[in-house]
T-cell receptor, first 113, second 113 residues
Framework: SQKIEQNSEALNIQEGKTATLTCNYT??????LQWYRQDPGRGPVFLLL?????KEKRKERLKVTFDTTLKQSLFHITASQPADSATYLC????????????FGKGTHLIIQP | GAGVSQTPSNKVTEKGKYVELRCDPI?????LYWYRQSLGQGPEFLIY????????DSGLPNDRFFAVRPEGSVSTLKIQRTERGDSAVYLC???????????FGSGTRLTVV
């Protein structure tokens, strides 16, 4: 089965700077990778999906990269704002015939004014 | 509806009791997923429906857990003989197709006392 590593320690970033979050996975390379945002007491919210043949994807202030050689995805938030503070989850297809996603534990991002 | 609706939002039950958790997905979404999330962890896959059928139930922890989706829309997750270890947030998600981003509900927080 797939294993995902995300930085479990909270990431503190000053407002206006770029926040970079890391997602590393083991085992096979997935066909795609997804990023979600989760606020306390709420379900995750889908942000971006990047496919294995895409090196980079952007959406407004968000940018995701996907390096299948390093088995790593980077998630960037540019011009960060306090409202970006949340937990960010990386998710990959579970593989092995299973249809669900395997989620990482998430990284708690804190943007300080 | 506009989003995925889960009821109840909170459920406290005694050990050994039976509980049902309901999920009303986005209209037209054929794929429906149940996940379980414990504090500080990412969502853990339980079961996936494509239409009315359970296409993948490999994540159900044991035979006390069962889910149905009789008409291809609303789904119910059923837990028999609840144990304290079942306490978690149960999340439901739907998507228009496999491989697309999920829309999650806000979850049902189950507490077994």
């Amino acid at each position: 089965s797939q294993k995902i590593e995300q930085n479990s320690e909270a990431l503190n970033i000053q407002e206006g700077k770029t926040a970079t979050l890391t997602c590393n996975y083991t085992n096979y390379s997935p066909a795609y990778l997804q990023w979600y945002r989760q606020d306390p007491g709420r379900g995750p919210v889908f942000l971006l999906l990047i496919r294995e043949n895409e090196k980079e994807k952007r959406k407004e202030r968000l940018k995701v990269t996907f390096d299948t050689t390093l088995k790593q995805s980077l998630f960037h938030i540019t011009a960060s704002q306090p409202a970006d503070s949340a937990t960010y989850l990386c998710a990959l297809p579970s593989g092995g015939g299973a249809d669900g996603l395997t989620f990482g534990k998430g990284t708690h991002l804190i943007i300080q004014p | 509806g506009a989003g995925v609706s889960q009821t109840p939002s909170n459920k406290v039950t005694e050990k050994g009791k039976y509980v049902e958790l309901r999920c009303d997905p986005i209209s037209g979404h054929t794929a429906l997923y149940w996940y379980r999330q414990s504090l500080g962890q990412g969502p853990e896959f339980l079961i996936y429906f494509q239409g009315t059928g359970a296409a993948d139930d490999s994540g159900l922890p044991n035979d006390r857990f069962f889910a149905v989706r009789p008409e291809g829309s609303v789904s119910t997750l059923k837990i028999q003989r609840t144990e304290r270890g079942d306490s978690a947030v149960y999340l439901c998600a739907s998507s228009p197709q496999t491989g697309a981003g999920y829309t999650f509900g806000s979850g049902t927080r189950l507490t077994v006392v």
